[in-house]
């Protein structure tokens, strides 16, 4: 099956600065890679997502990066925001198939 | 973005006691949904998956009598954890995917605010 790795676990910056996460996976048949966001006690929240016939697509603050060949794909957060502070999920999977998730990053944004 | 609605947002319960949770996409047809555990700075981990209509699909590990899954209809499936017991704790949370309408894929799901259940 599916195997979605995520890295790093935590990451720390400067209000203002950049944040990137990323992940790989493990099945070449994945064609949908969406991003969550998760704030604590509550329900994960689509940010963005890539398809596999796209290498990057942007929205605003937020961009994703898809690499077929080496089968990583990255999350870009720029001019971060203390309320960019949550835990941000990756995701692989095929056409109408069930997601693997990543472990998640638990992303602080320091003012 | 669609909505997914969940209730109750939190329960306690005593043990041996069976708890139901709903979970309802207010504004598409969810022709699958998913419940999902997670545990405290975790990750989700899919218990079942449930198509309209049809007897639902339970990753491996998960109990199926344990936690009754029905999906009624396109808007409305419900997880009722049987007996629960104090190791069922856990923030439970659906998801819900409809097909093309709307500008959506069949990949795009949409989470339910989740559900914190203690079992005391």
């Known amino acids: 099956g599916e195997n979605v790795e995520q890295h790093p676990s935590t990451l720390s910056v400067q209000e203002g600065d950049s944040a990137v996460i990323k992940c790989t996976y493990s099945?070449?048949?994945?064609?949908?890679f969406p991003w969550y966001k998760q704030e604590l006690g509550k329900g994960p929240q689509l940010i963005i997502d890539?398809?596999?016939?796209?290498g990057e697509k942007k929205d605003q603050r937020i961009a994703v990066t898809l690499n077929k060949t080496a089968k990583h794909f990255s999350l870009h957060i720029t001019e971060t925001q203390p309320e960019d502070s949550a835990v941000y999920f990756c995701?692989?999977?095929?056409?109408?198939?069930?997601?693997?998730f990543g472990d998640g990053t638990t992303l602080t944004v320091k003012p | 973005g669609a909505v997914v609605s969940q209730h109750p947002s939190r329960v306690i319960c005593k043990s041996g006691t069976s708890v139901k949770i709903e979970c309802r996409s207010l504004?598409?047809?969810?022709?699958?949904m998913f419940w999902y555990r997670q545990f405290p700075k975790q990750s989700l981990m899919l218990m079942a998956t449930?198509?309209?209509?049809?007897?639902?699909?339970?990753e491996q590990g998960v109990e199926k009598d344990k936690f009754l899954i029905n999906h009624a209809s396109l808007t409305l499936s419900t997880l009722t954890v049987t007996s629960a017991h104090p190791e069922d704790s856990s923030f439970y949370i659906c998801?819900?995917?409809?097909?093309?309408?709307?500008?959506?894929?069949?990949?795009?799901?949409?989470f339910g605010p989740g559900t914190r259940l203690t079992v005391l």
């Open positions: 998801s819900a995917r409809g097909g093309l309408a709307g500008g959506r894929s069949y990949n795009e799901q949409f």
């Open positions: 099945d070449s048949a994945s064609n949908y």
């Open positions: 890539i398809r596999s016939n796209v």
């Open positions: 995701a692989a999977s095929k056409e109408a198939g069930k997601s693997t």
């Open positions: 504004d598409f047809q969810a022709t699958t």
């Open positions: 449930s198509n309209e209509g049809s007897k639902a699909t339970y």
